[in-house]
């Protein structure tokens, strides 16, 4: 092996390492949110008949106690995995379009684990609220480790790890990756594309192209804003 060849596979390995003591760190900023910050009792207050309420679904409610994305998201998933289909999950008689369904996509299947895999002894949420909030942990995460690929690729080892960082602990994205919303499934499917369409660039290929269509079709079907 020559030197060149040494030197290169070192600094990619150092790399490589930083990542992902990175990435470690984003799970744990991410995790502890979920578990100490989304934790605890949840207690929201009807606001038509001032009843108490307190249960996993509730907390993905508004301060009013009002469905949000949130909410539509959990039901919508827990309905989908359960067979009812793509419908408004307050209204199951009635199809819905009004929600990108990137997000319930990625959370059907976490329903489906949740309903037949995770003892209730060990979980006991109907709602699968707690799960749905770990996987969007995970994915948030992930976010973390491609910004830091894209980065390398843009500017050297050193940038990839400050941008990694700085997602790493940026509260506009840890604090939605804690959350049941559309932001996380969707900032992951950009930076993905991001990714592939960067190596497209330097070598376009049948396959890296399909891709990058697919990546931006999957990131438009995360959020209508994009």
């Given at each position: 092996?020559?030197?060149?060849?040494?030197?290169?596979r070192?600094?990619?390995?150092?790399?490589?390492?930083?990542?992902?003591?990175?990435?470690?760190?984003?799970?744990?900023?991410?995790?502890?949110?979920?578990?100490?910050?989304?934790?605890?009792?949840?207690?929201?207050?009807?606001?038509?008949?001032?009843?108490?309420?307190?249960?996993?679904?509730?907390?993905?409610?508004?301060?009013?106690?009002?469905?949000?994305?949130?909410t539509?998201?959990?039901?919508?998933?827990?309905?989908?995995?359960?067979?009812?289909?793509?419908?408004?999950?307050f209204?199951?008689?009635?199809?819905?379009?009004?929600?990108?369904?990137?997000?319930?996509?990625?959370?059907?299947?976490?329903?489906?684990?949740?309903?037949?895999v995770?003892?209730?002894?060990?979980?006991?949420?109907?709602?699968?609220?707690?799960?749905?909030?770990?996987?969007?942990?995970?994915?948030?995460?992930?976010?973390?480790?491609?910004?830091?690929?894209?980065?390398?690729?843009?500017?050297?080892?050193?940038?990839?790890?400050?941008?990694?960082?700085?997602?790493?602990?940026?509260?506009?994205?840890?604090?939605?990756?804690?959350?049941?919303?559309?932001?996380?499934?969707?900032?992951?499917?950009?930076?993905?594309?991001?990714?592939?369409?960067?190596?497209?660039?330097?070598?376009?290929?049948?396959?890296?192209?399909?891709?990058?269509?697919?990546?931006?079709?999957?990131?438009?079907?995360?959020?209508?804003?994009m």
């Amino acid at each position: 092996m020559s030197t060149d060849r040494r030197l290169k596979r070192i600094r990619l390995e150092a790399f490589a390492r930083s990542l992902l003591a990175i990435v470690i760190l984003a799970l744990g900023v991410r995790l502890t949110y979920v578990l100490w910050g989304k934790g605890g009792e949840c207690v929201v207050t009807n606001p038509e008949s001032g009843e108490i309420i307190s249960s996993p679904t509730d907390c993905l409610n508004g301060p009013a106690g009002r469905p949000n994305d949130a909410t539509y998201y959990n039901a919508a998933a827990n309905l989908l995995a359960r067979g009812g289909g793509m419908v408004e999950p307050f209204r199951p008689e009635r199809d819905a379009a009004d929600h990108p369904p990137l997000t319930v996509w990625v959370l059907t299947p976490v329903s489906w684990i949740g309903d037949h895999v995770v003892p209730a002894a060990v979980l006991d949420d109907l709602t699968n609220a707690f799960l749905h909030r770990l996987t969007m942990a995970v994915l948030g995460t992930a976010v973390v480790g491609v910004v830091g690929l894209i980065g390398r690729r843009l500017g050297g080892e050193r940038v990839g790890l400050l941008a990694a960082l700085f997602a790493a602990v940026y509260p506009g994205l840890w604090i939605n990756d804690a959350l049941v919303f559309a932001e996380t499934p969707t900032n992951l499917a950009v930076v993905l594309t991001m990714f592939v369409a960067l190596r497209a660039r330097d070598r376009p290929t049948p396959a890296r192209l399909t891709l990058v269509g697919f990546g931006i079709g999957m990131s438009a079907l995360g959020r209508a804003v994009m």
